[in-house]
C-alpha cells in the first residue's frame, strides 16, 4: 500500500466508524471486544492479527515484528492514525485529517 492508500482507507474508516475503538475501561485497542477497530487495526488483516498486539505501538508492533510487511514503511504516518484515534474526539477528527495531509504531502477529501 503506499502512503495515500493508507491514509484514504484510514479516513474511510475512522469516517464511518464514527468512534473510537476501546475496552470496557477507555484503553485504546486495535480491535475492540465489540466490533469496533482503531487506525491501525483496520490496516491489519485477520490473518495478521493477534491479540497479543493490543497495548503496544506501531514502533513496538514493527520491532517485534508483528506489523505486516507492507505497512512497516509507513511507520510515521500510522503513529499520526493511531494518535488521532487514540487522542483526538471524533468531533476533531477532520482537522486532524487534514493537518497530518498537508504535513505529509498526502490529499485529503475533505466532506
Known amino acids: 500500500m503506499t502512503a495515500q492508500e493508507i491514509f484514504d482507507t484510514v479516513v474511510a474508516h475512522l469516517r464511518k466508524q464514527n468512534e473510537v ?3 470496557d475501561v477507555g484503553v ?7 466490533g469496533l477497530k482503531c487506525a491501525v487495526g483496520c490496516l491489519i488483516d485477520d490473518d495478521h492479527y493477534e491479540p ?3 497495548g503496544k505501538t506501531v514502533e513496538i508492533l514493527i520491532e517485534l515484528g508483528l506489523l505486516p510487511e507492507h505497512l512497516k514503511p509507513h511507520k510515521n504516518l500510522l503513529i499520526e492514525l493511531q494518535t ?4 483526538d474526539d471524533p468531533g476533531n477528527w477532520e482537522s486532524e485529517f487534514e493537518r497530518v495531509a498537508e504535513c505529509l504531502n498526502l490529499y485529503f477529501d475533505s466532506l
Open 84 to 87: 488521532i484515534h487514540d487522542h
Open 28 to 34: 485504546c485497542k486495535y480491535r475492540s471486544d465489540d
Open 52 to 54: 497479543s498486539m493490543e
Open 21 to 23: 475503538s476501546v475496552d
